[in-house]
């Protein structure tokens, strides 16, 4: 069973660029989280997709934008980069949002090392 | 405002030496309390779901509690490859946004 996959696994820009990073869910996920993860520090939410829609936004500037395709995957893009900008970009996967608990786990993935110069 | 917190920042065992760890939480409305593991320049490895006050779970060397404002991982009799990042997370009511905490650093010497 194929997990969560990212890509790529690291990558290198100067600021005022634009990056796009791509997530692909573990089978059977219908729904991506995508998060922060500042060195030392616990992941920061960034979106959620559901039925390719963002249902969910945390504390983020609109610089950061997503979408998700009918298959589910999903990509984020964040334009004019910031030094502050580097950081590991986790995608998370999970089962709808229902009531039945076992829906709300989420799987990561390996992550994205973005690094802003 | 929602927030979760964990203690010690860091923690360094013998191994053996059993310990445990702390995710305090104050969030409006839990709908679920999960621990990952984290290894370095990975991304985290679900470890548990706790859903209500009372509520444990365990997975060899580790059992996870949770009570109305605080969930605890114990490490029982761990080994060097228990060393990594335990991260907690609430799952908020109705948002369904995930906050984690900082993590704890863990390091068990052999």
């Known amino acids: 069973d194929a997990g969560v996959t990212q890509s790529p696994t690291h990558l290198i820009k100067t600021r005022g660029q634009q990056v796009t990073l791509r997530c692909s869910p573990k089978s059977g996920h219908d729904t991506v989280s995508w998060y922060q993860q500042a060195l030392g520090q616990g992941p920061q939410f960034i979106f959620q997709y559901y039925e390719e829609e963002e249902r969910q936004r945390g504390n983020f500037p609109d610089r950061f934008s997503g ?28 089962l709808g949002t229902g009531v039945l608990s076992s829906y709300n786990e989420q799987f990561f993935g390996p992550g994205t090392r973005l690094t802003v110069l | ?43 985290p490895e679900f470890l548990f779901t706790l859903y209500s006050a009372g509520e444990e779970k365990e997975k060899e060397r580790l059992k996870a509690t949770l009570t109305k404002k605080e969930s605890f991982l114990h ?18 009511s109705g948002t369904y946004k995930y906050i984690f905490g900082t993590g704890t650093r863990l390091k068990v010497l052999a």
Do not use: M
């Not at chain 2, 445990?20 to 290894?39: H, P």
């Not at chain 2, 490490?75 to 908020?92: F, Q, R």
């Open chain 2, 1 to 43: 405002e929602d927030q979760v917190t964990q203690s010690p920042e860091a923690l360094r065992l013998q191994e053996g030496e059993s310990s445990s760890l702390n995710c305090s939480y104050t969030v409006s409305g839990l709908r679920g309390l999960f621990w990952y593991r984290q290894d370095p320049g990975k991304g």
């Open chain 1, 67 to 94: 979408h998700q395709f009918p298959n589910y995957s999903s990509e984020l893009n964040v334009n004019a980069l910031l030094l502050g900008d580097s950081a590991l970009y986790l995608c998370a996967s999970s």
């Open chain 2, 75 to 92: 490490i029982t009799a761990p080994k060097p490859e228990d060393s990594a990042t335990y991260l907690c997370a609430a799952l908020t």
